[in-house]
């Protein structure tokens, strides 16, 4: 595996949905020597999950557009563009 370490911050309200993508990444780390190592973190809601990236040191969001709280989001962005 390679030394390096990618921070990816998981934004995903469904914890089947989480599971498998923790999954997915640990199979393509030990199948892959050349694929980094994942730190994931996992925030249930947008709203929180924006809190955490607030904090830096974040190099990935993988990010549920389906979220409840999504709507919040998107008009926010959608007024400041």
């Known amino acids: ?3 390096k370490t990618i921070r990816v911050l998981l934004i995903e309200d469904n914890l089947g949905d989480a599971r ?6 640990a199979d393509a780390m030990q ?17 929180t999950g924006l809190k955490r990236l607030a904090k830096g040191d974040i190099d ?12 919040v989001w998107t008009n926010a962005t959608e007024r400041t563009a």
Request: net charge negative.
């Open 1 to 3: 595996m390679s030394e």
């Open 20 to 25: 498998l993508i923790r999954k997915t990444l």
């Open 31 to 47: 199948a892959d020597p050349d694929i980094p190592n994942f730190d994931i973190m996992r925030a249930a809601k947008l709203s």
């Open 60 to 71: 990935i969001v993988l990010l549920n557009l389906s979220l409840p709280d999504i709507g």
